[in-house]
C-alpha cells in the first residue's frame, strides 16, 4: 500500500503499519486521541484500523469491506463528550448531502 492515494495520506508512514482494534468505537478513539488524524480505515473482518491525514473522501476507494470514519471538518458548537467520527459507505456518484455541517 503506497503512503499516498485512495484518497489519504497514512498516519503514520509506511501504509502497511496499522492498529488491530476490539471494533470501530476504538478505532475512533485512536483517530480522536492523534491530531493529526483527519479520518480511519476500519476493516471488520480482521479489526483493523488504519489513520489517514490529508483526507479527500471524493478520492477514496469504494470498498465494501472498509468503514470510512471522518472527523467533521468544520468547527462547530461544542460537542458532548465522546466519539465525533461519521461512518460512511462509499458509493459511486455525488456524495449526498451531510445535514447540520
Not at 509506511?14 to 471494533?23: A, E, R, S, W
Amino acid at each position: 500500500m503506497s503512503t499516498t492515494g485512495n484518497g489519504g495520506t497514512c498516519l503514520p508512514e509506511p501504509c502497511t503499519k496499522n492498529t488491530v482494534v476490539q471494533g470501530p468505537e476504538q478505532c475512533v478513539e485512536l483517530c480522536e486521541g492523534n491530531t493529526g488524524c483527519a479520518a480511519a480505515v476500519y476493516k471488520a473482518e480482521t479489526r483493523e484500523c488504519w489513520q489517514r491525514s490529508a483526507v479527500d473522501v471524493a478520492e477514496c476507494s469504494s470498498s465494501a469491506e472498509f468503514t470510512l470514519l471522518v472527523k467533521p471538518s468544520q468547527p462547530g458548537p461544542p460537542s458532548p463528550p465522546g466519539p465525533m467520527l461519521y461512518a460512511a459507505t462509499l458509493t459511486d456518484g455525488p456524495m449526498p448531502p451531510l445535514y447540520g455541517y
